[in-house]
C-alpha cells in the first residue's frame, strides 16, 4: 500500500516584515491549491500526512507557531489527511533565543569545546537538561500536539511506524539536531546529535525514514552518524540549508541510501537560486523486487508565473520514483505465493508491557519518571483517532495555564500535589484519563476552556 506525504521545510512563520507578509502569504495560499491538486493526481484519495523538518517558526515563538497552527490544518484539509497527521523535528529557529540565559550559554559553549562527553554529563543532570530544553519553550507543546515529543534527556525526538505490506513498513525516526544551537551563527561542524540519537535500529521488515533538520556535515559526531545512516537507513531527509537536492547513494551490494535535501517553503529572500519548495513523496513496496520505492515529486515557485510547478532541475537526473535496495526487507517474512510476506511477529510495545503498566504503580512515582521516559509507544487506547485529536487540542492550542485548569477541573492531580508540572507528566495524566474512560470529559473540558 502506497502512502503520500507533503514534505515541507523552513517555513520560517513570523520572519515577515512589511510587504514580505503579503507576498509569503500568497505564496502559502497557492502552496495549498498546488498540493491539493499534486495530491489529487498522484495519490488519488488523499494524503497519508505531512512531514516537517524543521524550523517551522522564525524565533521559536508561541504566536508564531499559533500561526503555523491555522495553516498547517488549512493544508491537511487541502489534501484530505487528519489534521493530527504531522511529523515533525525541530530546527535551529524553533528554539527561543530570548531563552539563552548566561548559565545556558556556558553549558552549550562547554559542550561545543567538549564534545559529546560533555553534552552527555549535562544530560545525566536534571536541572542542566532543563536549562537546555527551556529553549524549545514554544515548539516543544506544539510538537507534543503532534505527538512528535522532544525526549526530554537528548534521545530520538520522535518515532512513528507505518505499514506498507504485512510484514513490510518503514519506520520515521525524528532527530533533534538543534539541541546546541546557540545565538552565535551556529559553526557547520560544530553541533552533536549524541549516542541516544545517532545510535539507529535495525529490525527485520522495517526500513528507516531519518528525518533531521541540520544535514549530517554540520555536526560534530558527523562521520560516526554517517555510518549509522549509512548501515541502517534507506532514507535520510534534511532540511537548513534551502539548497534542494538527491542523491542515492550505493553503500553496498544490495543496499541503498537516498539523501534528500530539502528546500525552503518559504526563504528568507526569493533570488540567486533560492524560491519556494515543497516535495510529495510516496514510499511504497516493490513486492517485485522486496525494495522500498521513494517517488520524489519536488515542485518549486515559477516567479515569473507567480505559481508552482513542476522542478525536475534539483532531482540530480534521477527519475521521480526510486527503487532502494532494501537489506531488512529482505530479512523480513518471506513473500508468499502471492507476493505479500506473512506479517512478522512483533515486538511488544513498551507502553504495553508489565513494568511499563499503571497497575498499582503509585500516580506520583509514574509522572515523576516520565521526564525521562517520553510516552513514544502510546497505550492502545490513546491511538485513536479521536484521541489525537484531544492530544492535539490540549498541547497545541491551550496555554500552560488552560491546561492545567483542565486537569484540576477533572481532578486529575491528588489534591497535594506539590510538584513540578512538566509537559511529560501532563501527557501521562491525560492518558490515564483517557483509560480511566473519560477521554469526553476531557474533550469537553478543552473545549470550554479553550474559548
Not at 513542476?310 to 527519475?319: E, F, N, P, S, Y
Request: charged content about 25%; aromatic content about 6%.
Amino acid at each position: 500500500m502506497s502512502i503520500t506525504y507533503v514534505h515541507l521545510s523552513d517555513i520560517h512563520f513570523g520572519q515577515e516584515k512589511g510587504a514580505a507578509v503579503v507576498i509569503n502569504n500568497d505564496a502559502k495560499e497557492r502552496l495549498i491549491e498546488d498540493a491539493a491538486e499534486q495530491v489529487l493526481r498522484h495519490a488519488g484519495g488523499g494524503a497519508k500526512g505531512l512531514i516537517v523538518t524543521g524550523d517551522i517558526a522564525f524565533a521559536g515563538k508561541s504566536e508564531e507557531y499559533a500561526v503555523a497552527a491555522k495553516w498547517l490544518d488549512r493544508l491537511a484539509r487541502a489534501v484530505r489527511c487528519p489534521p493530527t497527521a504531522v511529523k515533525m523535528v525541530p530546527g535551529n529557529h524553533d528554539i527561543d533565543r530570548d531563552r539563552l540565559s548566561a548559565g545556558c550559554t556556558h553549558l552549550i559553549d562547554e559542550i561545543l569545546s567538549g564534545g559529546e562527553a560533555k553534552l552527555d554529563a549535562f544530560l545525566a543532570n536534571d536541572d542542566d537538561c532543563k536549562t537546555l530544553y527551556n529553549r524549545f519553550v514554544g515548539y516543544e507543546p506544539f510538537a507534543l500536539g503532534y505527538d512528535c515529543p522532544l525526549h526530554p534527556a537528548g534521545g530520538i525526538a520522535s518515532d512513528s511506524r507505518e505499514e506498507l505490506a504485512p510484514g513490510r513498513a518503514i519506520r520515521f525516526f525524528g532527530l533533534n539536531s538543534a539541541l546546541i544551537c546557540s545565538k552565535r551563527k551556529d559553526e557547520e561542524g560544530k553541533l552533536i546529535l549524541g549516542a541516544a540519537q545517532r545510535v539507529l535500529p535495525s529490525d527485520p521488515g522495517v526500513e528507516l525514514v531519518v528525518l533531521c533538520h541540520h544535514p549530517l556535515h554540520c555536526l560534530q559526531d558527523s562521520v560516526d552518524a554517517r555510518k549509522y545512516v549509512r548501515g541502517r537507513a534507506r532514507v535520510f531527509i534534511s532540511g537548513h540549508e534551502h539548497n534542494p537536492s538527491l542523491q542515492i547513494e550505493a553503500v553496498e551490494d544490495g543496499c541503498d541510501l537516498l539523501m534528500l535535501a530539502s528546500g525552503a517553503t518559504v526563504p528568507p529572500k526569493v533570488e540567486n537560486g533560492y524560491t519556494y519548495t515543497y516535495n510529495l513523496l510516496t514510499f511504497d513496496w516493490c513486492s517485485k523486487e522486496d525494495k522500498l520505492s521513494v517517488e520524489v515529486v519536488p515542485r518549486a515557485w515559477n516567479d515569473d508565473k507567480k505559481r508552482f510547478e513542476a522542478d525536475d532541475v534539483r532531482l540530480g537526473g534521477h527519475k521521480p520514483r526510486n527503487l532502494l535496495a532494501s537489506p531488512n526487507f529482505r530479512r523480513g517474512p518471506v513473500p508468499p505465493a502471492g507476493g505479500q510476506p506473512e506479517p512478522a511477529a512483533q515486538p511488544v510495545p513498551a507502553a504495553l508491557r508489565p513494568e511499563q503498566g499503571s497497575g498499582g504503580e503509585l500516580l506520583a512515582d509514574r509522572v515523576a519518571k516520565a521526564d525521562r521516559e517520553p510516552p513514544n509507544n502510546a497505550p492502545v487506547d490513546a491511538m485513536s483517532d479521536t484521541f489525537q485529536l484531544v492530544l492535539l487540542k490540549f498541547f497545541r492550542d491551550l496555554t500552560a495555564a488552560q491546561r492545567l485548569k483542565v486537569l484540576i477541573d477533572l481532578d486529575a492531580l491528588p489534591d497535594d500535589w506539590n510538584e513540578e508540572l512538566t509537559l511529560m507528566m501532563e501527557r501521562n495524566l491525560i492518558e490515564d484519563l483517557v483509560k480511566d474512560g473519560r477521554l469526553g470529559d476531557l474533550d469537553s473540558s478543552i473545549e470550554r476552556n479553550r474559548h
